[in-house]
C-alpha cells in the first residue's frame, strides 16, 4: 500500500480509491482476464492488432499497480489453447507483442522484485517465443515479490487433463498404479498453479459473464468481478474500484458469514413437516 502511495497524487482520482482501500485485506491472488481487445480496435476502425497492442500498456499498469499493493500473485490470461483458431497474422502479432513485454518490461519487473512464471503448454508456443520466455522466467527465479503468471497456450481443461495424466505416470513410475487414489490435494499439487493460492478475485473485462476455460479448478471460490471496460482502457483507477468492490463482499466459502448467529441461537425452530419437498 505504501509503495503505491509513492506514485499517487495527494487529491487525485487514483489517490482517493486507494484511500479507500484496507490493506489488510487484499486478495492474495488476482486473475484476469483480458477481453475485449478486438472491440477496442473496432470502435476506432483500427485492425484488431491495435487493441492488443493498446492493451499492452493495461498489462503494464496493473503490474506495477498489484507489485506496489504488495498482490501475492498475479495470472493474466493472455492466450488460450483456442485462440490458435485465429487468423494467423493476429496469432503471430501476439507473440510478437508477449517479445516485446519481455524485451521492454524485464529491467522493471526484476526492478520491482516480480517473479515471472508462465503456465499452459509452454511446450507447443514456437520456439524462439518459448526460449524468450524461459530466459524471462530465469532472469526473475530469485527474486521474492509479487508472481507474474502468464497464462500462454492455457486451457483450464487441458490443464486437468494434463494434472491426471501426471498423476497415472507417477503412479505407473513408482508402481502405485494398481492402488491409485486421487484425492483433491493431490490433483491441485499437479496442476499448473501448484503452489500458488486460489484466486481470491478473478476480474474480466468488457461485460462477457463467461469464464472462458480459464482456471476452472482454482475458481472455485473466487469472487467475480465483470466491468464493461474494454481491456486497453483498464487502468489503475479501474483495478482499484475492482478491489474496493472485492472487500465489501462477503466471503463464506459455503460455510456461513461469521456474523451469523451459531445454530439455535434466535432462529425459531422449524418442523420439518412444515417445510413441505420444497428444496
Ligand atoms: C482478448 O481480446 C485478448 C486476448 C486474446 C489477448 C490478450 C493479450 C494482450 C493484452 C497482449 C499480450 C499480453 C501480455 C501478458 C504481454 P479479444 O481479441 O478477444 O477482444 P474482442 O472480444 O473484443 O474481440
Known amino acids: 500500500m505504501m509503495r503505491l502511495e509513492e506514485v499517487l497524487k495527494p487529491g487525485d482520482q487514483d489517490w482517493k480509491l486507494a484511500q479507500q482501500l484496507d490493506p489488510g485485506r487484499l ?7 483480458m477481453d475485449g481487445n478486438g472491440r477496442w480496435a473496432r470502435s476506432r476502425s483500427l485492425p484488431r492488432v491495435a487493441g492488443h497492442q493498446a492493451g499492452m500498456e493495461s498489462v503494464r499498469a496493473v503490474v506495477e499497480t498489484c507489485a506496489r499493493l504488495d498482490i ?6 493472455a492466450f488460450s489453447v483456442e485462440n490458435w483458431k485465429r487468423p494467423r497474422a493476429e496469432v503471430e502479432m501476439l507473440w510478437h507483442l508477449l517479445s516485446v513485454y519481455l524485451k521492454r518490461e524485464l529491467a522493471t519487473i526484476v526492478d520491482q522484485n516480480i517473479q515471472l512464471s508462465a503456465m ?10 518459448r526460449r524468450e520466455v524461459e530466459s524471462a522466467v530465469r532472469a526473475t527465479a530469485r527474486n521474492s515479490g509479487m508472481r507474474l503468471n502468464v497464462a500462454l497456450n492455457y486451457g483450464g481443461r487441458t490443464e486437468l487433463a494434463d494434472a491426471v495424466n501426471a498423476i497415472i505416470e507417477e503412479a505407473r513410475a513408482n508402481g502405485s498404479l494398481a492402488s491409485l487414489k486421487v484425492d483433491e490435494d493431490r490433483i491441485a499439487a499437479r496442476l499448473y498453479t501448484a ?12 461485460g462477457e459473464m463467461r469464464i472462458s476455460n480459464f482456471l476452472l479448478w482454482q475458481i472455485a471460490y473466487s469472487e467475480l468481478y465483470v466491468t464493461d471496460t474494454l481491456w486497453p482502457d483498464f487502468r489503475r483507477a479501474d483495478l482499484l474500484e475492482a478491489l474496493l468492490d472485492y472487500q465489501k463482499r462477503d466471503r463464506r466459502f459455503g460455510g456461513l458469514s461469521p456474523a451469523t448467529p451459531p445454530a439455535g441461537a434466535e432462529e425459531p425452530a422449524v418442523p420439518v413437516e412444515a417445510l413441505g419437498s420444497a428444496r
Open 27 to 33: 486478495p492474495r491472488h488476482i486473475a484476469i482476464i
Open 72 to 77: 501475492g500473485a498475479l495470472t493474466l490470461y
Open 120 to 129: 499452459g503448454r509452454i511446450e507447443e508456443l514456437p520456439a524462439r517465443v
Open 195 to 206: 503452489g500458488l493460492p486460489d484466486p481470491d478475485l478473478l476480474i474480466r473485462t468488457s
